[in-house]
């Protein structure tokens, strides 16, 4: 129902910066929760920022102040922004799509295929 396909993913050196986008189709609902997640390998996958249809944001503590999420309505679009990369950012960087739809008493969430994000020191 919602298609999730992320772009902007690559290398790049530490300090570096690079825009991540997530762009959702389908059956999108008005009020909604976009964001990214991440996975390194032998790691959980962590959040790392979302962000509300209203602009409620949250960060996870350790890319608070480097990265920003941003998000454009029209296009049903999240984007992320990082900066100051460290090598520690390297992971897989999965867009996620959460929505609460009181009308139906349920929950939706959907994920991207994930989009490789490689830092070097």
């Known amino acids: 129902q919602v298609q999730l396909v992320e772009s902007g993913g690559g290398l790049v050196q530490a300090g570096g910066s690079l825009r991540l986008s997530c762009a959702a189709s389908?059956?999108?609902?008005?009020?909604?929760?976009m964001g990214w997640y991440r996975q390194a390998p032998g790691k959980q996958r962590e959040l790392v920022a979302t962000?509300?249809?209203?602009?409620?944001?949250n960060y996870a503590e350790s890319v608070t102040g480097r990265f920003t999420i941003s998000r454009d309505n029209v296009k049903n679009t999240v984007y992320l922004q990082m900066n100051s990369l460290k090598s520690e950012d390297t992971a897989v960087y999965y867009c996620?799509?959460?929505?609460?739809?009181?009308?139906?008493?349920?929950?939706?969430?959907?994920w991207g295929q994930g989009t490789q994000v490689t830092v070097s020191s």
């Open positions: 996620n799509y959460k929505a609460h739809i009181i009308a139906l008493r349920r929950d939706f969430e959907y």
């Open positions: 962000m509300t249809t209203s602009g409620v944001t």
């Open positions: 389908g059956s999108i609902f008005h009020i909604n929760t």
